[in-house]
T-cell receptor, first 112, second 115 residues
């Protein structure tokens, strides 16, 4: 079954409101990556977190990696309509061979 | 050149047809991937090639046949597909496989419809 879960599945906000998506893995991850997929588009890499407890910022986006390296979050401050899309976390799982497994995704809709 | 190019962008095929999806990258990446994505779902890994050798096959039905002719090209041959195989097929590449600092660069995808 799906090993990397995200909540919420979907969120609709007004422009200017904040947004957070949470990512939880059933196993410890060596690192976590975040991708954004615009409607009709393809996943585009945003950031990678490697260290336990790491926090990184990209303008209005703040990414955190949990202390146990099993969870992560993405927070967007003051959303804009350009933030619309689906946000996926992804982790490298070691199942004999290492493979990148995507979380279930959170779809964000921003109304002007 | 930091792109992954996929062709065709759209493909409609019958269940008895044989077709191929193509993917090309010129970033010098040695790992290439096929993912399948259904609507409102995450990408699901199908195949991984590392240094032109198939390293992961995620129990994909044999009607999907991958091929990596060289380090820049990746094909997915399709034969006797079912309507439930309709999806967006994403090709991606990374420097190598594994959790080092490997970030995937995705192509725009091939949207497949099986009638």
């Amino acid at each position: 079954g799906q090993q990397v879960m995200q909540i919420p599945q979907y969120q609709h906000v007004q422009e200017g409101e904040d947004f957070t998506t949470y990512c939880n893995s059933s196993t410890t991850l060596s690192n976590i990556q975040w991708y954004k997929q615009r409607p009709g588009g393809h996943p585009v890499f945003l950031i990678q977190l490697v260290k336990s407890g790491e926090v990184k910022k990209q303008k209005r986006l703040t990414f955190q990696f949990g202390e146990a390296k099993k969870n992560s979050s993405l927070h967007i401050t003051a959303t804009q309509t350009t933030d619309v899309g689906t946000y996926f976390c992804a982790g490298w799982l070691n199942t004999g061979f290492q493979k990148l497994v995507f979380g279930t995704g959170t779809r964000l809709l921003v109304s002007p | 050149d930091t792109e992954v190019t996929q062709t065709p962008k759209h493909l409609v095929m019958g269940m008895t047809n044989k077709k191929s999806l193509k993917c090309e990258q010129h970033m010098g990446h040695r790992a290439m991937y096929w993912y399948k994505q259904k609507a409102k779902k995450p990408p699901e890994l199908m195949f991984v090639y590392s240094y032109e050798k198939l390293s992961i096959n995620e129990s994909v039905p044999s009607r999907f046949s991958p091929e990596c002719p060289n380090s820049s090209l990746l094909n997915l041959h399709l034969h006797a597909l079912q309507p439930e195989d309709s999806a967006l097929y994403l090709c991606a590449s990374s420097q190598t496989t594994g959790s080092g600092a490997n970030v995937l660069t995705f192509g725009a995808g091939s949207r497949l419809t099986v009638l």
